[in-house]
């Protein structure tokens, strides 16, 4: 009767620790850095290269949203008259400690001034 005390104490004791480890792996968990992209033409169409890096800093698996938009700033206005003018909207999962290059290609419809990257859980 002792042992199965020590076990159900050992478990919970576990399970406490893995719980505390993934809430407090959420809070600066995923490391966004070393932004890239040029925006060569290519035939009759506009494409971007779009690199960057993220680093999972934790010890268990992240799931991350990556939302990359192409902005178009018209000449002599401010940011409130951007326009979008390409999107790449995908999820990542990010084992323990795992760094990784993102590379993609996304179409814009005009050539972008600039390119925006957010990662949301």
């Not at 042992?3 to 995923?30: H, M, P, Q, T, Y």
């Not at 990542?92 to 005009?110: D, N, Q, S």
Request: with cysteine; charged share 20%.
């Amino acid at each position: 009767m002792q042992n199965k005390n020590i076990v159900f104490a050992a478990a919970i004791i576990i399970v406490s620790g893995l719980l505390l480890e993934i809430a407090v792996g959420r809070d600066e968990a995923v490391i966004f850095s070393n932004l890239q992209w040029i925006c060569p033409y290519r035939d009759d169409e506009q494409h971007c290269a779009v690199s960057f890096e993220l680093v999972n800093q934790t010890a268990v698996q992240q799931v991350r949203e990556v939302n990359m938009r192409g902005i178009r700033i018209s000449p002599g206005k401010k940011d409130a008259n951007a326009r979008i003018c390409g999107q790449i909207n995908f999820s990542i999962l990010l084992e323990p400690h795992e760094v990784i290059a993102i590379r993609e290609l996304m179409f814009v419809v005009a050539m972008p001034d600039e390119i925006t990257v957010s990662i949301r859980e």
